[in-house]
């Protein structure tokens, strides 16, 4: 008989907006081998990795981007889904370049370009053979190919929960990043999304939708700051150092 033992670490990560309460198992089989489970509104999702190097299965998971990470959480064919609206769009973009570079007659666009107002831009519509001669007469033989795929609502939901995983990985092992916040603010969090949840509740009249650019300021620590006069002030990794007690935390913005 053989048998190993593990230690599973049970993470319950709470108050996320717009999310219900998380469920994480964290499973360090080894240095380097490892299982997160996600446990959320009685769905799982989970993924083992055996070759993470020298990391264990936290530090893996905060060094590694979503998209990575998503696709082993499930599978690739559930990220991406098809843009109807897409697919009008592409094919009003493919008549204008037939006319204007492959001499296509202006009749003959025109009255492929009114056909478009019969298509219905949903999946029951593209998937009903009947249809398809339509599409088939305005995109051709393989019109398939002209539907785009963009993120899935699974793929986006899977981001905030992970997302919140690394802001309570990051909380636990104590590590803070500045991260400058849209063009005129730096703060000290724990991941991109705490620094825009701790911006917007920092700042009244923002809208944290509007907050999309968030860049890791990590590598920039010798980033000056001076004054009006040009009178240096003080590099970032003072300025961090000075204020990294207070845990996440406001640390410079400018006009």
Not at 40 to 49: F, K, L, R, T, V
Not at 86 to 99: D, V, Y
Not at 145 to 164: F, M
Not at 168 to 187: F, H, M
Request: proline share 2%; with cysteine.
């Amino acid at each position: 008989m053989k048998w190993e033992e593990s230690t599973v670490t049970k993470l319950l990560i709470n108050d996320i907006d717009g999310l219900d309460p998380i469920t994480a198992y964290i499973e360090n089989y080894a240095l380097g081998q490892g299982k997160l489970t996600l446990v959320i509104w009685g769905e799982s999702y989970s993924s083992h990795w055996n070759a993470m190097g020298s990391n264990t299965l936290e530090q893996f998971v905060l060094k590694t981007d979503n998209h990575y990470l998503s696709k082993n959480l499930a599978s690739l064919k559930q990220l991406s889904e098809a843009d109807y609206d897409g697919f009008i769009s592409n094919i009003k973009k493919q008549l204008i370049e037939q006319r204007r570079h492959w001499g296509g007659t202006k009749k003959g666009i025109r009255e492929l370009w009114n056909k478009l107002t019969e298509i219905e831009p949903s999946e029951e519509y593209f998937h009903n053979s009947f249809n398809h001669e339509l599409l088939h007469e305005i995109a051709g033989d393989e019109w398939w190919h002209s539907i785009p795929e963009v993120d899935s609502t699974l793929y986006k939901y899977l981001c905030k929960i992970l997302d919140a995983l690394k802001a309570c990985l990051s909380e636990r092992a104590g590590i803070l990043k500045p991260y400058q916040v849209g063009e005129n603010d730096i703060v000290l969090a724990y991941n991109e999304q705490s620094a825009k949840q701790f911006l917007f509740n920092f700042c009244a009249g923002l809208d944290i939708e509007d907050l999309n650019e968030v860049e890791d300021l990590s590598n920039r620590l010798d980033m000056a700051f001076f004054n009006e006069d040009g009178t240096f002030l003080c590099t970032l990794k003072t300025l961090i150092e000075k204020n990294k007690e207070q845990g996440e935390c406001y640390l410079t913005g400018w006009e």
